[in-house]
């Protein structure tokens, strides 16, 4: 079946710099969607990229559908604290998602 | 905006008890679904709905079974609870119309004692 995988699992950044995480399906995706979900809370829905090469941006956060519709990135710039959470991809799969395993991002002050 | 509420925030049960865990969306949604996440595994689908009184095994419905007698409504039945189900429950919704983005409750956390 369809496999949805995200590096790297932890991101520890210092605030201030940038940094990207991968989003890798086994399958060509009609659709990726993007969920953040902070610490002690649910995921919450940011963003959906439909067409192949397709980017998209949320103040400091841009994200990126492939070409081959197989893959995306999410990069953050300028990481702020409030940035602090668990980063999920998720691709359709008939009625339901595939989420990937998450990003776990720590952000150092 | 669209909003899913789940029964309760947390929840503290007995071993062998039958558990209800409910969740309620306003958006006229077609699927309904109920995950579980523990530490380090992510979002696991228990089972799902895509229309009222329909139902599919997720990827761990054992020890699980759900309801959906109105399209609004889905509910989770732990039958006979056991400690290795201690874990957080999120329900989510979704609608074909909107490319399957799901809307998540803010969770029950679930103690199996």
């Known amino acids: 079946g369809q496999q949805v995988m995200q590096i790297p699992q932890y991101q520890h950044v210092q605030e201030g710099e940038d940094f990207t995480t991968y989003c890798n399906s086994s399958?060509?995706?009609?659709?990726i969607q993007w969920y953040k979900q902070r610490p002690g809370g649910h995921p919450v829905f940011l963003i959906q990229?439909?067409?192949?090469?397709e980017v998209k941006k949320q103040k400091r956060l841009t994200f990126q559908f492939g070409e081959a519709k197989k893959n995306s990135s999410l990069h953050i710039t300028a990481t702020q604290t409030t940035d602090v959470g668990t980063y999920f991809c998720?691709?359709?799969?008939?009625?339901?998602?595939?989420f990937g395993g998450g990003t776990r991002v720590l952000v150092k002050p | 905006d669209v909003k899913v509420t789940q029964s309760s925030r947390y929840l503290v049960k007995r071993t062998g008890e039958k558990v209800f865990l409910e969740c309620v969306q306003d958006?006229?949604?077609?699927?309904m679904f109920w995950y579980r996440q523990d530490p380090g595994l992510g979002l696991r689908l228990i089972y799902f709905?895509?229309?009222?009184?329909?139902?599919e095994k997720g990827d761990i419905p054992e020890g699980y079974s759900v309801s959906r007698e109105k399209k609004e409504r889905f509910s989770l039945i732990l039958e006979s609870a056991s400690t290795n189900q201690t874990s957080m429950y999120l329900c989510?919704?979704?609608?074909?119309?909107?490319?399957?983005?799901?809307?998540f409750g803010p969770g029950t956390r679930l103690l199996v004692l």
């Open positions: 399958t060509t995706l009609s659709n």
């Open positions: 998720a691709g359709p799969a008939g009625n339901k998602l595939t």
């Open positions: 989510a919704s979704s609608s074909v119309g909107q490319g399957m983005s799901q809307y």
């Open positions: 990229l439909v067409k192949s090469g």
């Open positions: 958006m006229d949604h077609e699927n």
């Open positions: 709905s895509y229309d009222v009184k329909m139902k």
